[in-house]
């Protein structure tokens, strides 16, 4: 037996009887062929594997990858929440101007309603541009519906607003 220095006789000496490393008889480890992964056979009949340096190194590269994933995952949970909230929001708001542009009969008036949900709309009709629509049988009015709700510790709100033209009452 040839003499490769102190930390190869020590490392053979640790590595006896150890089931991955090959036998006398064959010259691959039974569990690992092509030399991938695991324990490869080097040069000067040397067996290497990874080092306790590598092995750490590795675990921190994927323990910072999964700590971003997660974080981008819990990230797109919040703006998911956010945006069920606006649309269930839009989706009443838009119902309720439905209501108000049906009426034939608009003036200038505002009010204020809350619904069983927690909802509160703030509703304002005026009339515009009065100045153009005096010689016409026709009136221009404003609907403006401001919704507000509750979600937290936050208060939010969303503005609607459109116009119609409606018959002048004489």
Not at 22 to 41: D, H
Not at 78 to 103: C, F, G, P, W
Request: no cysteine.
């Amino acid at each position: 037996m040839q003499n490769y220095g102190k930390s190869f006789i020590f490392n053979f000496k640790f590595l006896i009887g150890n089931p991955f490393l090959p036998s006398n008889n064959s010259p691959i480890p039974p569990l690992v062929k092509g030399g991938k992964g695991g324990f490869e056979k080097g040069g000067l009949g040397e067996i290497r594997g990874f080092t306790l340096l590598e092995v750490l190194l590795a675990i921190a590269i994927l323990g910072i990858a999964i700590t971003i994933i997660l974080q981008l995952f819990s990230a797109n949970l919040r703006a998911l929440s956010a945006s069920e909230d606006y649309v269930s929001a839009v989706t009443k708001a838009e119902a309720k101007m439905r209501d108000i542009l049906d009426n034939d009969n608009l003036s200038e008036k505002s009010w204020s309603e809350t619904t069983d949900e927690g909802y509160r709309f703030d509703t304002s009709i005026t009339e515009v541009s009065k100045d153009r629509t005096e010689n016409l049988n026709v009136r221009l009015l404003e609907v403006d519906l401001t919704i507000y709700w509750t979600k937290g510790t936050k208060n939010k709100s969303l503005t609607l607003k459109t116009m119609k033209v409606v018959n002048k009452q004489i």
